[in-house]
């Protein structure tokens, strides 16, 4: 059962979801100058293990609203940036949160040579969501016992 | 101890398109995925209460020593996994899956 099963019963009539995930597309690593404001493109950040992960997701929600349990109601693209400022910190974040993706050698030996030319720079990490709103729908029916014509949701 | 400033949206986009999809004001939500308060923070102090789930026991300990004291009595996190949690039924208006789902 999709954890989203189990929050259609927890909401309320009416009750509403809101995921926020990002976009299964790399994200753009960049450096800008805290001077000059200048931004430099390094390079993308290509984590492919998590655009299955997020394809089937977006497959189970769309699972959710044909069966009715949910209406989906609005979605909203937007970005967000990390800021850090240095490589190092960046890959302490990142082992902080326990993410497994790797940082390619030359995108962060790209990232540290661009970091130290800049006046005074600090290294952003460009990432596209994607935020969507649900509207919990009917009560989901309920098991019955077998022999009964009625479905049900497995 | 003053902890670290979050590096993930100081610009607050992520919480103004929150805001512009659903209204939180006086409502009880359920955060699925609530890490170490990061987002919640950014909401608290306009709902009527909040339950954080979060399976990782590290990222809930520092959500509550993260937690403002005017807040510890609408703010709760728990060490849970949404897929074997148990809560009550028709508890919550509100539902956020916050890069969780």
Known sequence: MHVLHRVHRWLRPGGRVVDIHPEPEAASVEIRSRATGRLTVVGPFDRPAIYDKIRAARDALAELVEAGLYVRERSVNFEVLYHFDSVDAWLAYR???G???VVEPTLQA??????TAAASGELLIREQLRATRYRRTRPAPRHRPEGSTAGGLH | MMSM????????AEIRVLYSLVRLAGRDVLEIGSGNGRLTWRYAERVASVVGLEPEESHVARAWAATPAGLRGRVEFRVADAATVDLPEGSFDAALFSWSI
């Not at chain 1, 790209?110 to 970091?115: I, K, N, P, Q, S």
């Not at chain 2, 400033?5 to 607050?12: I, K, R």
Request: no cysteine.
């Open chain 1, 95 to 97: 082992a902080d949160r």
């Open chain 1, 99 to 101: 993410s497994t993706a």
């Open chain 1, 110 to 115: 790209r990232a540290r040579e661009l970091l």
């Open chain 2, 5 to 12: 400033p979050d590096p993930l949206d100081p610009e607050g």
